[in-house]
């Protein structure tokens, strides 16, 4: 979810992906990807500063069900950072993963850094407790939410405003599901998830 953006504030939209508060017997890694996709989305449509000044962020892990990291294989993360890359008109500025296992390290290394244009790989750190810090210090404390030292009201405040706009944009989603390619006219044939 984006945090709200304090009065004159120019600059990227700051955003925090956390999976706290997730019932993983009910909600799959991929359909939280959706909902972050979805946010994306709405972004898209009523932030001009959002395409202009680019998304920076956090992706938090504290609390991030163990069961998850099971779920990141190659071609998920392969094909989520593609369509982040070239599917969306989006200027990643920075990515922070915070809190992570130590065996993510080894996943993002692995698994995640190798699909990472040159840009984005300089961009997208998974940094310890003191570059944490040194991460968030570049933003005005007015800009970031009071778990991460600042003064823009709570996480958890802001994740219940992005549910209430997301739920706000329903009839929107389940038109937009409805559109697609015709497949027939295609040339070659699609690649698909299971394709990779």
């Known amino acids: 979810f984006p945090v709200p953006k304090p009065e004159n504030y120019v600059g990227p939209v700051f955003t925090i992906y956390t999976l706290r508060n997730v019932q993983e017997n009910e909600i ?63 200027r990643v500025k920075g990515c922070a993963v915070f809190n992570t296992l130590t065996v993510f390290e080894t996943i993002f290394n692995t698994f995640i850094k190798p699909f990472l244009g040159s840009k984005l790989r300089k961009r997208v750190t998974v940094p310890n407790k003191e570059q ?50 015709n497949e027939k006219l295609r040339v070659d044939k699609s690649k698909t998830i299971e394709d990779g």
């Open 132 to 181: 944490s810090k040194e991460f968030l210090s570049k933003f005005p404390r007015s800009l970031l939410p009071i778990e991460y030292g600042g003064t823009n009201g709570s996480m958890d405040d802001a994740a219940e405003q992005w549910k209430k706009k997301v739920e706000s944009y329903r009839q929107w989603f389940l038109d937009d599901a409805k559109y697609g390619t």
């Open 28 to 90: 799959s890694l991929l359909e939280t990807m959706k909902v972050f996709f979805m946010t994306l989305e709405i972004l898209l449509m009523e932030d001009d500063d959002f395409v202009i000044s680019g998304i920076t962020g956090v992706v938090d892990h504290n609390e991030c069900p163990v069961s998850y990291y099971l779920q990141f294989t190659p071609v998920l993360m392969k094909n989520f950072l593609q369509c982040i890359q070239n599917a969306y008109p989006l």
